[in-house]
């Protein structure tokens, strides 16, 4: 059975501050992607990447894809409240498995 | 990006009813959707996956009788919980995939929030 191990799976952090959410796994997917869902709403593809090493910046978000195809991670800088929610990271190969999900808030 | 949409997006049934929820994608055809379920500050369990035209292929511990699909077009799925009982209220999300991607990206519906009484 893949499985996905997000870390952590609670983040309170106050606006203006960096944070890293870890995703890891020991199976290799031939991709990976991030979500970014909202309370009572469907999750919403924020990033696909593909190949090994790739790192893929969307704003002040940057991911990373591990050279080996089993990791990832999402890094986000001078978090705002608008980034609060919850992320969640998920790995392809045939079917979507997602990780246990990050719950970020963030305060002003 | 592309829209996948989920109907109803919250239904009360009392113990004992069936109740149907519907994937629709808007603008584009799918051969393969998935549906999900998720409880409260938790991730999404994948519960079975829908082919158009054939049965659904379903995940360990979940009961294919429970949880009917359908996948009769290319645009719509079903997920119908068979004689629902309380501990079936859940948020249930179907998502689509593009036919032409084959990386895995998913679109989600809405979701549909599921109380039985």
């Known amino acids: 059975t893949q499985l996905l191990e997000q870390s952590p799976q609670f983040l309170s952090i106050q606006e203006g501050e960096n944070l890293t959410v870890y995703c890891n796994s020991s199976s290799v997917f031939s991709s990976l992607q991030w979500y970014r869902q909202e309370p009572g709403e469907g999750p919403v593809l924020l990033v696909t990447?593909?190949?090994?090493?790739e790192v893929k910046k969307l704003k002040r978000l940057t991911f990373q894809f591990g050279d080996a195809r089993k990791d990832s991670s999402l890094h986000i800088t001078a978090a705002q409240p608008g980034d609060t929610g919850l992320y969640l990271c998920?790995?392809?190969?045939?079917?979507?498995?997602f990780g246990q999900g990050t719950e970020l808030s963030v305060k002003p | 990006g592309a829209v996948v949409s989920q109907h109803p997006s919250w239904v009360i049934c009392k113990s004992g009813t069936s109740v149907k929820i519907e994937c629709r994608s808007l603008?584009?055809?799918?051969?393969?959707m998935f549906w999900y379920r998720q409880f409260p500050k938790q991730s999404l369990m994948l519960m079975a996956t829908s082919n158009e035209g054939s049965k659904a292929t379903y995940e360990q511990g979940v009961e294919k009788d429970k949880f009917l699909i359908n996948h009769a077009s290319l645009t719509l799925s079903t997920l119908t919980v068979t004689s629902a009982h309380p501990e079936d209220s859940s948020f249930y999300i179907c998502?689509?995939?593009?036919?032409?991607?084959?990386?895995?990206?998913?679109?989600f519906g809405e979701g549909s929030r599921l109380t039985v009484l």
């Open positions: 990447v593909v190949t090994g090493g």
């Open positions: 603008d584009f055809q799918a051969t393969t």
């Open positions: 998920a790995g392809y190969e045939g079917k979507l498995i």
């Open positions: 998502s689509a995939r593009v036919l032409a991607a084959n990386t895995g990206e998913l679109f």
